[in-house]
T-cell receptor, first 115, second 112 residues
């Protein structure tokens, strides 16, 4: 079946640096992908909707200059956490709609730790 | 970002018993609902879905009930097994937006 792959699965970085997380749809084209953030023992919170070939749509309260999203191809969306701080440490999860089947697939998540 | 609640209640059940996990969704315009299972350190795993024109759907060992009047979803797991221990989330969306909004989640613990 269709799969969404995230990379890296774990990343540790120093405060002030930027980190890029990739989300790929492996056997289908995804014009729309979604990015979620999940803190420990909490639910998934939608950060933004990533649209291929256009600007991402951010949810209220999410800083678009801090969380840069690029969806340059039909199979790849990237989330860049710029100038990361310890409070950005979280589990970041992407999902992608396969519009042919109407199914939504999730990646396995990327755990970011900012020291 | 959007989320419904920040608490994570826990349901503890004996192995072999039936489990019922409840969820209150937020948007009366939502027309598609999904239950997910999440194990520690992993992404959500699809369990079962239901459209708003239905009030019940059954899968293998799982049943989802939808009550649109009170905006309530439930997930019933029959003969709960240790492998069912995880956090369960309901999620809602509409076919017009495809944005999936997650509920607060329930941790299911299965006692041997």
């Amino acid at each position: 079946g269709a799969v969404v792959s995230q990379h890296p699965s774990r990343v540790i970085c120093k405060s002030g640096t930027s980190v890029k997380i990739e989300c790929r749809s492996l056997d289908f084209q995804a014009t729309t992908m979604f990015w979620y953030r999940q803190f420990p023992k909490q639910s998934l919170m939608l950060m933004a909707t990533s649209n291929e070939g256009s600007k991402a749509t951010y949810e209220q309260g999410v800083e678009k200059d801090k969380f840069l999203i690029n969806h340059a191809s039909l199979t790849l969306s990237t989330l860049t956490v710029t100038s990361a701080h310890p409070e950005d440490s979280s589990f970041y999860i992407c999902s992608a709609w396969d519009r042919r089947s109407g199914e939504l697939f999730f990646g396995e998540g990327s755990r970011l730790t900012v020291l | 970002g959007e989320s419904v609640g920040l608490h994570l209640p826990t349901l503890s059940v004996q192995e072999g018993d039936n489990s019922i996990i409840n969820c209150a969704y937020s948007n009366s315009a939502s027309d598609y609902f999904i239950w997910y299972k999440q194990e520690s350190g992993k992404g959500p795993q699809f369990i079962i879905d239901i459209r708003s024109n239905m009030d019940k759907r059954q899968g293998q060992r799982v049943t989802v009930l939808l009550n649109k009047t009170v905006k309530h979803l439930s997930l019933q797991i029959a003969a709960t097994q240790p492998g069912d221990s995880a956090v369960y989330f309901c999620a809602e969306t509409s076919y017009s937006s495809y944005k999936l909004i997650f509920g607060s989640g329930t941790r299911l613990l299965v006692r041997p």
